[in-house]
Each structure stands twice: as C-alpha cells, then as structure tokens.
C-alpha cells in the first residue's frame, strides 16, 4: 500500500473509531434523559461507524489470522500507555492544575496497568492453545478498573460501590 493511501486510512480509521465512541456515549445520555428514540439513533450510526473502522482496520493489514499476534498488539498498545502517554498526559495536567483531567488520565493509566497483565497473562495461554480462563470481568463504570470473577466490594481506584461494576 501506498503511504499516503495508508495515512489516509489511517486517519479514516482513527475518525471512525472516535465517531463511534462519542455516538454510544451520546446514546447512554439521550437514553438517561428519556429520549429513547434519539439514543436509538446514535446507536445505529455508531455501529455504522463501526463497520467502517473494521473495513479500514482490515486493509491496513492489522487483524492477523495468529492470535499471538493480535494479543501483542494489544500489550503494546497498553504498554504504551503505561509507560508514555498518559505519564505525559497526567504531567501535563497537573503542570497546568486541571483537576479533573488528572484525575481521568490517573483512572485510564491504573486500568491500563491491570489490561497489560491480563493480555500478557492471556498471550501465555494463548501460547499454550488455551482459552482465557475467567469466567467473568467486571469493569467499574467510573474509573475502567478491571477485576477477574467478583467485584471488589469497593473499587481500590475511585471507591465505587460493588453494584456499580459491569459484568462481562
């Protein structure tokens, strides 16, 4: 592939990708407000933006058939941003005193930290032939903690409540 075309995929991957997101989180606040219909429709376009991220993602050769290979992308990908991005991102925060930005690069980096054990954790068994072994993963919807089988009674990062975690 070219390397404008793949810049240009690139972008078009990363625009659809963050399309995507902001559409589902508009979704849940249309729905909190009652708007039902609306949060319907930001859902819908959503998974369009989606679908057009994963056609990108596809041409730029990223999804390998090895699942060794997807498993490390996913470790570097959160390595980087335990050891990089969001050390950069919270010194920047704090630098400039924005409270609430270093408290959301502080959640993202702790969660970040426990997603690479669980991918390392995950490459081994993959390795091996194996299937991950937890049966369930609960993510707190406040700070993205991430626990293997039972909640904590009280999240270590931000102390949500147990009954606020999301099971997966």
């Known amino acids: ?3 404008m075309t793949k810049q240009f995929l690139e972008a078009a991957f990363a625009g659809e990708s963050m ?20 949060s319907k429709l930001f859902k819908a376009i959503a998974y369009a933006e989606y679908v057009h991220a994963k056609n990108h993602f596809k041409v ?20 980087f941003e335990i050891e990089e ?18 408290r959301s ?3 993202a ?18 390795e ?3 299937d991950y072994p937890a049966e369930k993963i609960y993510i707190c919807p406040i700070c993205g903690y991430t626990v293997e089988d039972e909640a904590p009674e009280k ?5 949500a409540p147990k009954d606020k975690f999301v099971e997966f």
């Open 128 to 130: 091996k032939g194996e």
């Open 60 to 79: 730029l050769k990223k999804l390998s058939d090895d699942m060794k290979e997807n498993v490390q992308s996913c470790i570097d990908g959160e390595t």
């Open 85 to 102: 991005m969001y050390p950069v991102y919270k010194n920047a925060a704090e630098f400039q005193e924005e409270k609430e930005a270093v």
């Open 1 to 3: 592939m070219r390397d």
């Open 19 to 38: 399309a995507h997101m902001k559409y589902l989180i508009f979704s849940e606040e249309a729905e909190k407000k009652g708007l039902i219909k609306l």
């Open 105 to 107: 690069t502080n959640y």
């Open 109 to 126: 980096l702790e969660a970040e930290k426990i997603h690479a054990e669980m991918y390392k954790k995950a490459k081994e068994l993959v």
């Open 155 to 159: 999240c270590p990062v931000c102390g």
